[in-house]
C-alpha cells in the first residue's frame, strides 16, 4: 500500500485553532471540542493511506484545480493529492454553511 506524506498549510492551522477555540471557548463545550479535534486528526492521518476516498469538489472551478473534501461533522476539509510527489495538502477547514467557494 501506497503512503502519501501529510502536508497542512498555514490556513488550515489558524482555520482549525479558530474553530477549536470557539467550542471550547464561545460555546463552553471543551469535550465537544477535544473529541471534533481527534475525529478530525484522524481523519486527516487516515488520508496518508486511501488519499483519494472522498470525492472532488463539484463546483467548476474547483474541481478543474482537483481540490477534494471531507465532510466531518460539520466542517469541511478541502485538500489535494499529488501523485507525483506522493503528497497530500490539507488546505482548509471551514463550517460547512459558511460560502466556502469564495473562501477557497
Keep these: 500500500m501506497k503512503h502519501y506524506k501529510i502536508l497542512v498549510s498555514e490556513t488550515y492551522h ?5 474553530i477549536i477555540h470557539y467550542i471550547s471557548h464561545n460555546l463552553d463545550t471543551p469535550f465537544t471540542a477535544s473529541f471534533l479535534l481527534d475525529e478530525i486528526e484522524s481523519t486527516v492521518a487516515s488520508l496518508s493511506t486511501i488519499p ?3 470525492g472532488l469538489v463539484d463546483d467548476p472551478y474547483l474541481f478543474h484545480k482537483t481540490f477534494r473534501k471531507c465532510l466531518i461533522k460539520n466542517y469541511i476539509i478541502f485538500y489535494k493529492v499529488h501523485e507525483e510527489s506522493k503528497t497530500v495538502m490539507i488546505h482548509r477547514i471551514v463550517h460547512a454553511k459558511q460560502n466556502w467557494i469564495d473562501i477557497l
Excluded at 489558524?14 to 479558530?18: G, Q
Design 14 to 18: 489558524r482555520d482549525l485553532k479558530a
Design 52 to 54: 483519494h476516498r472522498y
